[in-house]
């Protein structure tokens, strides 16, 4: 069965919270979750499911992938042109 698209978030988020904590230097085993959690950081916005305004107006924006989306705090997308609270819940 796929995992949904909130679990590879989910996941995706969690993997880039713990690489910003430490330095990998040694290559690591993946595992399934690793592996999910990369698929949904090089995932494209698109997959999402996003209306339409905030689906264009990341794009044009030029944030394409759920990994450069998940770098970014409520206040750095808040500051986006066209992108206010409404797109953001």
Do not use: C
């Not at 909130?6 to 290559?27: C, H, P, S, V, W």
């Not at 998940?70 to 500051?79: H, R, S, V, Y």
């Amino acid at each position: 069965m796929e995992p949904s698209t909130e679990q590879m978030l989910a996941d995706a988020f969690n993997a880039g919270r713990a690489y910003e904590r430490m330095k990998i230097t040694d290559m690591i085993e993946s595992t399934p979750a690793d592996d999910r959690a990369s698929q949904a950081v090089q995932m494209p916005i698109w997959k999402l499911g996003l209306s339409e305004r905030p689906r264009f107006t990341l794009l044009r924006n030029e944030i394409n992938l759920v990994g450069q989306l998940l770098i970014m705090t409520e206040e750095d997308l808040l500051q986006i042109q066209h992108f206010g609270q409404k797109s953001l819940d």
